[in-house]
């Protein structure tokens, strides 16, 4: 196996959703007291040991998409098949959906442009299209930020069309291409800080109130980075719902509070509620910083298709020149 980044993104972040699976939904507290970890199997969802949720199948429906090409009609019509013919479901059977996206799909089997089919008001901002967004960085990486905000805003909108889903998953992978580009997490950091600011303060692509949303993220200090609070809040500041700054919120924290890939994703199952998809986002990037080698292997072993996802991985690559 030639492993590269597309390899640590996706099984980084399937594995970390496979941790969270059996665990869904259970509060902080039960964690304090019965800790997660290693892989389990049952649990909320009664899955085997090492089943991804949605989170990985709508990532692999466009990952798959993007092995041929960029078509938001393509990636719209592999939504409605995992959902309607089970593609991409660990074991051919879909057993968690998010009310959005579920919402989004059907409009599109109906005939609503997949552009056209996410949700657009405030209570439409889960975090359904944070979580399976990771793929489409190999395909923007080289392009200027203003198209990488255009097509990062098309793909969010096909489940999730209000601004504050469309800046979370902007701002995740402007993160991950700085990892992708060999900076430390912390440089990284720092960076998409700076190139966001900018960004959002010389386009009108959204309101201040909307901006200002996202301030913990995007202000203060880490460190000795001219970063911001994030990393210094306690574990009870982070919220772990299914809201999408949530998600981004603690999969931030997360990230700049471990050490290790197992960390990590341990340190983002842990924090409770939307383990799976927490997991996921979290997982996604510890992969890309630290490698498909500090995955355990024994975690690989038991997950859901894994030759599968490999064979995902090569043609992503090849297609992607990895």
Same mark, same amino acid.
């Given at each position: +196996?030639?492993?590269?980044?597309?390899?640590?993104?996706?099984?980084?972040?399937?594995?970390?959703?496979?941790?969270?699976?059996?665990?869904?939904?259970?509060?902080?507290?039960?964690?304090?007291?019965?800790?997660?970890?290693? +892989? #389990?199997?049952?649990?909320?969802?009664?899955?085997?040991?090492?089943?991804?949720?949605?989170?990985?199948?709508?990532?692999?429906?466009?990952?798959?998409?993007?092995c041929?090409?960029?078509?938001?009609?393509?990636?719209?019509?592999?939504?409605?098949?995992?959902?309607?013919?089970?593609?991409?479901?660990p074991?051919?059977?879909?057993?968690?959906?998010?009310?959005?996206t579920?919402?989004?799909?059907?409009?599109?089997?109906k $005939?609503?442009?997949?552009?056209?089919?996410?949700?657009?008001?405030?209570?439409?901002?889960?975090?359904?299209?944070?979580?399976?967004?990771?793929?489409?960085?190999?395909?923007?990486?080289?392009?200027?930020?203003?198209?990488?905000?255009?097509?990062?805003k098309?793909?969010?909108?096909?489940?999730?069309?209000?601004?504050?889903?469309?800046?979370?998953?902007?701002?995740?992978?402007?993160?991950?291409?700085?990892i992708?580009?060999?900076?430390?997490?912390?440089?990284?950091?720092?960076? #998409?800080?700076?190139?966001?600011?900018?960004?959002?303060?010389?386009?009108?692509?959204?309101?201040?109130?909307? #901006?200002?949303?996202?301030?913990?993220? /995007?202000?203060?200090?880490?460190?000795?980075?001219?970063?911001?609070?994030?990393?210094? /809040?306690?574990?009870?500041?982070?919220?772990?719902?299914?809201?999408?700054?949530?998600?981004?919120?603690?999969?931030?924290?997360?990230?700049?509070?471990?050490?290790?890939?197992?960390?990590?994703?341990?340190?983002?199952?842990?924090?409770?509620r939307?383990?799976?998809?927490?997991?996921?986002?979290?997982?996604?990037?510890?992969?890309?910083?630290? $490698?498909?080698?500090?995955?355990?292997?024994?975690?690989?072993?038991?997950?859901?298709?894994?030759?599968?996802?490999?064979?995902?991985?090569?043609?992503?690559?090849?297609?992607?020149?990895?």
């Amino acid at each position: +196996m030639k492993t590269n980044n597309i390899y640590s993104a996706l099984f980084g972040l399937s594995v970390g959703d496979a941790l969270g699976v059996p665990v869904e939904f259970k509060d902080r507290s039960y964690f304090k007291r019965f800790p997660v970890k290693d +892989m #389990m199997e049952y649990g909320v969802h009664h899955q085997p040991k090492g089943t991804w949720s949605d989170d990985s199948s709508l990532t692999f429906c466009l990952a798959e998409s993007l092995c041929k090409t960029y078509d938001i009609n393509d990636i719209g019509q592999k939504f409605v098949k995992w959902r309607n013919e089970e593609i991409w479901t660990p074991h051919g059977k879909v057993f968690d959906i998010g009310i959005s996206t579920n919402h989004a799909i059907h409009s599109i089997q109906k $005939g609503i442009k997949p552009i056209l089919a996410g949700g657009t008001s405030e209570m439409d901002n889960g975090n359904g299209s944070l979580m399976r967004i990771l793929p489409l960085l190999f395909y923007i990486k080289d392009f200027n930020i203003e198209k990488r905000f255009d097509i990062i805003k098309d793909v969010s909108s096909i489940t999730h069309a209000h601004m504050r889903s469309v800046l979370a998953c902007f701002i995740y992978l402007e993160y991950g291409r700085n990892i992708l580009n060999g900076k430390d997490k912390w440089k990284a950091y720092t960076k #998409m800080q700076a190139e966001v600011n900018i960004f959002l303060n010389t386009n009108a692509v959204c309101s201040q109130k909307e #901006m200002n949303i996202f301030h913990k993220i /995007l202000e203060n200090k880490i460190g000795d980075y001219d970063v911001q609070v994030l990393y210094n /809040l306690k574990e009870s500041e982070i919220g772990s719902s299914g809201y999408v700054i949530d998600s981004l919120e603690a999969s931030f924290w997360c990230v700049l509070n471990s050490k290790s890939f197992k960390e990590t994703v341990l340190k983002a199952v842990n924090l409770g509620r939307d383990t799976d998809t927490t997991g996921a986002i979290a997982g996604g990037l510890a992969g890309l910083i630290y $490698g498909f080698e500090a995955i355990p292997k024994d975690w690989i072993n038991v997950l859901s298709r894994k030759e599968d996802i490999s064979e995902l991985c090569d043609k992503f690559s090849k297609k992607y020149k990895y």
